[in-house]
């Protein structure tokens, strides 16, 4: 997991170690070196400290007295953070969706309008299933949907590889329609407003107050 | 855990624990105390030093990485010190039943010593069985082997209740031993080497840290080098080598009972100095049986072989009878010689019992002349010659305790004194009269009854009364003073015997010159034959002080007796010569006494003035002497000699001062003390009285063991 929460846990958790080397070198009673204890201290208070700043931005309210609590709440933090996400993912694929849909392909040949407009269809018709999944683990690249098919015609090849790689791996459909597609073919029309279901919390672990920590 | 090691990384321990917390703190994300981390820090590095030292004391070499390797070498130095530990323990254990095994216990009682004995190898059993175990879990309170008994006899159960107790649960027989022992009892030894037994020095297998940092150790323990044994004194070492107590001399012996256990006693040493100084009751030796003088009869203490007085060896067995009747007939044959020409004398001493002892024989004519010159010089009163008589009648009884004094050619009073203790009674004239009373009622009534004896006596008798009164009548007519004869005439002492009628005539003619007589013309003249009288009689009695000076044999007063008491009380009772004289002619006073008392004696008229006279005539007015007391100091350093005083004799007779002209200062005070009692009788000058100045020789002398 990379989120930041954990991302500075982890670098508090590496200073300590150095801390802890040296206090095993006192527990050792075997001389040490006070710089470096004094070093990996100071490291340790400023992870710290981030860490607290970071849950404090998701949680200000956040309390906790020990490691464990710490983790349960950057747990509970990540969650939430997850489920944020999965909702925006959700959003950003509807929205496209109903853009593509309000929207048509004019082709000056009647046959090449047909097919573009089938592909087209076949992408919203994608994008729809997966804004319906209850994990989002993909997430749409690109702006949001008033500028994407603008910013989805200008890729290159060339250029953006990785995006028209994401694309053609986890859009497919999308990826064809935007393959055949030019931006003068396109015709937008009025986008529908996008209903937001709630959030599932299934996957997030209710946190009892017992276990909620106060941070320091 | 117990040891500094264990408790300098517990410390570190505890302070890695504060560190430890805020430590956590940090990885929780929260604030720490850099204030309590600090202290934390600081006081772990002090900790850590700590332990750091502490391995290095024990293994300079010491290496390790971690805490495990730490641990493991902190175990493996706590069991090589446990080892030690042990090691010194069993040293320590094994050191005392050595200490305990080389001594003894000695008492008076053979049954108790034998029994702290047997208690004393219960300890010793007990410290070796526990000393050779393995593991020492318990440790003997107390100082080294040496000073180790000595600290346990002198535990107070109310100060070292602790120690009682760890003797108690530890060591029971040792405490056993211990609790039943005084300090005085104990007799050391010479302790043996302690060699430690193997079981105590097994080590466990060495790590390879540990090995590289120790140094390599034999596979033996080391060998237990015996400390130097302190230095016994000789007393001690003479006693521990001369166990038989009753070697001691009896000088030394004290009282048994043995110092208390709970005294502060000096060292150990000074204990057993103590021991050997303060004997236990040697027996007693029996006191040697009593002697008895062959002759005498006399009772003396088993140390005298000789008799004092006839210088015949003693016997165990008394001869009452024998000695008895020979004593009586001594005492017959000097009171007949006193009363007697001096021919006529010799011939009834040649008719009493020829048993007459050589020191009697003198003192026989010492008696006589004394008696002779008392009669020749003096008018005295027949009692009170009588009294001289009994005198020196008595004081030639041989059980007189008190010193007794004899004539000798200086004219000295010789002070005997009894090899034995002498007991307080003096036994002197009433005893020689007592005898003279028995001897003359078993053999007085076969003299009297025969008449040719007793006219014989008669004749005698009168024949000397005539001649004295002659030799007085000469005397007293002489009317120039005649000079104080300064000689050292022998001070008759009231143990000599009645003067022989042989030596009365010489020795009448020594005294004092005759009072001055009524006519003036030829008064210078007489003065100065009385003079030359006195000069010849002077030296004639220093001739019969010389030949009763011949027998060397001393008068050494007998050990007392318990008759001696009565005797003395029966003498003084009498307070007379024999109140008759065997042979005397009717009519007469039948007392020489009687006669002598008579006849005054005068000195030349120096009427208001001092005269000095010889000690030889004032010894012949003596009425009154007290032998002096031989002090027990100078007796026990064996002082004697010759004592000479310048007396004083006031008109009255009595020793007015006295003071000490020469003689031993041990001596002189009794010699004084007992003149100062003396009395005389008064002299006078033409029938005046006047003082007299005269010299006392006391003679002390010690006669042989």
Redesign the interface.
């Known amino acids: 997991m990379s989120s930041p929460l954990w991302s500075a ?1 982890a670098k ?2 590496a ?2 170690q150095g ?2 080397s040296q ?2 070198w ?6 040490f070196d006070d710089n470096q ?1 004094g070093q990996s ?1 100071s490291e ?2 400023q ?2 400290a981030m ?2 700043d970071l ?1 404090r931005e998701e949680r200000p309210d956040a309390v ?4 464990g ?2 983790e349960l709440l950057i747990h509970e933090l990540e969650i939430a953070a997850q489920a944020r996400r999965n909702q925006q993912r959700r959003t950003k694929l509807l929205e496209l969706a109903n853009e593509l849909d309000a929207g048509r392909v004019k082709h000056r040949i009647e046959a090449r309008s047909t097919a573009l407009n089938q592909l087209r269809t076949d992408a919203i018709k994608q994008l729809r299933a997966e804004a319906a999944r209850s994990e989002q683990e993909k997430e749409l690249p690109g702006p949001d949907a008033s500028d994407w098919l603008h910013w989805a015609l200008s890729l290159q090849e060339s250029t953006d590889p990785m995006v028209l790689g994401g694309l053609r791996r986890d859009f497919s459909a999308l990826e064809r329609f935007i393959g055949e597609m030019e931006e003068s073919y396109w015709i937008p029309g009025v986008r529908q407003p996008v209903k937001v279901e709630p959030l599932s919390m299934k996957s997030v672990t209710p946190i009892s107050k017992d276990r909620r920590g106060v ?2 | 855990m117990s040891s500094p090691i264990s408790s300098a990384l517990e410390s570190l321990d505890g302070s890695l624990q504060a560190i430890a917390a805020q430590v956590g703190r940090l990885r929780a994300g929260l604030d720490v105390d850099d204030a309590q981390l600090n202290h934390g820090l600081t006081n772990a590095r002090r900790n850590a030093a700590a332990v750091r030292d502490l391995i290095r004391s024990e293994q300079p070499t010491a290496a390790w990485k971690d805490r495990g390797t730490l641990d493991q070498l902190i175990r493996e130095l706590e069991v090589a010190a446990q080892q030690k530990k042990n090691q010194q323990r069993a040293v320590r254990l094994l050191e005392l039943a050595a200490e305990l095994d080389a001594g003894h216990v000695k008492h008076r009682v053979e049954a108790r010593a034998n029994a702290l004995n047997g208690l004393r190898a219960d300890a010793v059993k007990e410290l070796r069985t526990k000393g050779s175990a393995p593991q020492q879990d318990k440790e003997l309170p107390g100082p080294d082997a040496s000073e180790w008994l000595h600290w346990a006899c002198n535990l107070q159960e109310e100060s070292d209740a602790e120690s009682l107790e760890t003797l108690h649960n530890d060591f029971p027989a040792l405490e056993g031993f211990i609790a039943e022992m005084e300090e005085n009892y104990w007799v050391a030894g010479q302790r043996q080497p302690v060699s430690v037994p193997q079981a105590a020095m097994s080590a466990k297998p060495e790590t390879v840290a540990s090995v590289a940092a120790r140094a390599p150790e034999p596979d033996r323990g080391p060998q237990i080098v015996p400390r130097p044994q302190p230095q016994k004194p000789a007393a001690a070492a003479a006693f521990a080598e001369t166990p038989n107590v009753q070697e001691r001399p009896a000088a030394e012996s004290k009282p048994s009972a043995p110092a208390p256990r709970r005294d502060a006693t000096p060292g150990w040493q000074a204990a057993a100095v103590a021991v050997a100084r303060e004997p236990e009751p040697a027996p007693t030796p029996a006191a040697p049986p009593k002697k008895y003088c062959d002759k005498c009869d006399t009772e003396y203490p088993g140390q005298f072989n000789v008799c004092p007085i006839h210088g015949t060896s003693l016997s165990a067995v008394s001869a009452p009878s024998g000695a008895q009747a020979r004593q009586k007939g001594n005492l017959a044959a000097t009171a007949a010689a006193a009363v007697a020409e001096p021919r006529a004398s010799a011939a009834a001493a040649a008719t009493a019992p020829k048993t007459v002892t050589a020191p009697e024989a003198p003192a026989a004519p010492k008696a006589k002349q004394s008696i002779a010159e008392v009669v020749k010089e003096a008018p005295k009163s027949a009692k009170e010659a009588k009294k001289d008589n009994k005198q020196q009648a008595q004081a030639k009884d041989t059980k007189d305790t008190k010193p007794q004094t004899k004539e000798n050619k200086g004219g000295a009073v010789a002070v005997q004194e009894p090899p034995a203790p002498p007991e307080a009674v003096a036994e002197t004239k009433s005893g020689v009269t007592g005898r003279a009373e028995e001897l003359w009622g078993e053999h007085g009534s076969k003299l009297t009854s025969n008449p040719i004896v007793l006219a014989v006596a008669g004749l005698v008798l009168f024949g000397v009364l005539v001649a004295v009164v002659i030799m007085l009548m000469h005397r007293h007519s002489a009317t120039t003073p005649a000079k104080p004869v300064e000689s050292s005439a022998p001070v008759q002492a009231p143990s000599t015997a009645p003067a022989t009628p042989n030596q009365a005539a010489p020795a009448s003619a020594a005294p004092a010159p005759a009072t001055a007589s009524n006519s003036q013309p030829d008064q210078s003249k007489q003065q100065n034959q009385n003079q030359n009288a006195a000069n010849k009689a002077a030296a004639d009695a220093n001739a019969n002080a010389k030949q009763n000076n011949a027998p060397k044999e001393v008068l050494n007063l007998p050990t007392p007796n318990p008759g001696a008491n009565k005797r003395q009380e029966a003498a003084n009772d009498a307070s007379e010569m024999p109140s008759s004289i065997p042979g005397a002619l009717p009519g007469t006073s039948g007392s020489v006494g009687d006669v002598v008392k008579g006849i005054p004696v005068s000195v030349p008229s120096i009427a208001g003035q001092k005269v000095r006279i010889s000690s030889g005539v004032a010894q012949a007015q003596l009425l009154k002497q007290i032998p002096p007391q031989y002090p027990s100091q100078a007796r026990q350093q064996r002082v004697q000699g010759a004592v000479v005083l310048q007396a004083l004799i006031d008109k009255d007779g009595r020793v007015a001062s006295v003071h000490v002209v020469s003689g031993h200062p041990m001596l002189t005070k009794a010699a004084m003390e007992a003149v100062k009692q003396w009395r005389y009788r008064p002299f006078s000058v033409d029938g005046e009285p006047v003082e007299a100045d005269t010299q006392i020789k006391v003679n002390f002398t010690l006669g042989t063991e």
């Open positions: 846990l508090l958790d200073s300590v801390i802890q206090v095993d006192l527990k050792a009673a075997l001389e204890l201290l340790a208070r992870y710290a860490l607290r849950i906790w007295n020990e490691r609590d710490l941070g320091a």
